[in-house]
Nanobody, 117 residues
């Protein structure tokens, strides 16, 4: 089992920045990738960014490139999402997800981000 706990969400003005964290614990030895997703009110959950845990390679949703940065701290088993130039359209619940060899995946409970205009 894997436990993921997101934090760092909150209320920010348009143009502001936030850093989200996702602390992981439990079965981590076979972790392959970790992702950030988000879900805005009334919309489907959408992919934000991915990092391959072993190599640090990253990929992003095309619409978010340049404003969001995914990173990790191996020593803390923590995933981060740096968000800048935030817009009201970025308002959503942000979730982290881990994917493991063999197909196991785990989700966090989410952290709310609200961007005011």
């Amino acid at each position: 089992q894997v436990q993921l706990v997101e934090s760092g969400g909150g209320l920010v003005q348009t143009g502001g920045s936030l850093r989200l964290s996702c602390a992981a614990s439990g079965r981590l030895f076979d972790r392959y990738t970790m992702d950030w997703f988000r879900q805005a009110p009334g919309k489907e959950r959408e992919f934000v960014a991915r990092i391959w845990w072993a190599t640090g390679a990253t990929t992003y949703a095309d619409s978010l490139k340049g404003r969001f940065t995914i990173s990790k701290d191996n020593t803390k088993n923590t995933l981060y999402l740096e968000m800048s130039s935030l817009e009201p359209e970025d308002t959503a619940v942000y979730y982290c997800k881990s994917f493991h060899y063999g197909g196991y995946e785990a989700w966090g409970q989410g952290t709310q981000v609200i961007v005011s205009s």
